[in-house]
T-cell receptor, first 117, second 112 residues
Framework: DTAVSQTPKYLVTQMGNDKSIKCEQN?????MYWYKQDSKKFLKIMFS???????INETVPNRFSPKSPDKAHLNLHINSLELGDSAVYFC????????????????FGAGSRLTVL | KQEVTQIPAALSVPEGENLVLNCSFT??????LQWFRQDPGKGLTSLLL?????REQTSGRLNASLDKSSGRSTLYIAASQPGDSATYLC???????????FGKGTKLSVIP
């Protein structure tokens, strides 16, 4: 039973198209994240939602829009895809610990490889 | 801005050897440091988490140390096995930001 599941696993599309990647977690966590791993293997956070509210929004083009219908789901929609959007996108979840030295242990999904042609 | 560096970028060892992976970070104001394992086509698996007040954590054949003042961590793998082949990533959680900053990883190959 997959804890954090992402769909699709692979996505190949043309420049200019709009696409979505879905993420669901069954761990009961209240915080979800989207990370991007580029060709140089750097993992960078894009967004984070806590109880359906956006708490982290890094410098990401407006073409990227996260949507959290409930705390078990965080979907990523990308408009007008560009070549530079090609990457592996990872969804993750954790239990938010608030102040102090929280555990902040993330559980990651398997990743969604997006290729823009 | 926090930067995390991992050396070496790739490492190949014969089965049975003990090995050390290195991680350094520029800002010592961290809450914790984690070591992850990434297998091709799979997600990241958290291996060990060290709180900022701790010096080391152990899990099976893995031992991670943390020297916060010098901005360094090591992951020690004892008696390596071919199944240990993967990319190992180090990540720090910034104090106050709760954001993870990842290194680029060390790709480990254990040769049978």
């Amino acid at each position: 039973d997959t804890a954090v599941s992402q769909t699709p696993k692979y996505l190949v599309t043309q420049m200019g198209n709009d696409k979505s990647i879905k993420c669901e977690q069954n761990l009961g966590h209240d915080t979800m994240y989207w990370y991007k791993q580029d060709s140089k293997k750097f993992l960078k956070i894009m967004f984070s939602y806590n109880n359906k509210e956006l708490i982290i929004n890094e410098t990401v083009p407006n073409r990227f829009s996260p949507k959290s219908p409930d705390k078990a789901h965080l979907n990523l929609h990308i408009n007008s895809l560009e070549l530079g959007d090609s990457a592996v996108y990872f969804c993750a979840s954790s239990q938010w610990t608030g102040g102090g030295a929280g555990a902040n242990v993330l559980t990651f999904g398997a990743g969604s490889r997006l290729t823009v042609l | 801005k926090q930067e995390v560096t991992q050396i070496p970028a790739a490492l190949s060892v014969p089965e049975g050897e003990n090995l050390v992976l290195n991680c350094s970070f520029t800002d010592s104001a961290i809450y914790n440091l984690q070591w992850f394992r990434q297998d091709p086509g799979k997600g990241l698996t958290s291996l060990l988490l060290i709180q900022s007040s701790q010096r080391e954590q152990t899990s099976g054949r893995l031992n991670a140390s943390l020297d916060k003042s010098s901005g360094r961590s090591t992951l020690y793998i004892a008696a390596s096995q071919p199944g240990d082949s993967a990319t190992y990533l180090c990540a720090v959680t910034g104090a106050g930001s709760y954001q993870l900053t990842f290194g680029k990883g060390t790709k480990l190959s254990v040769i049978p």
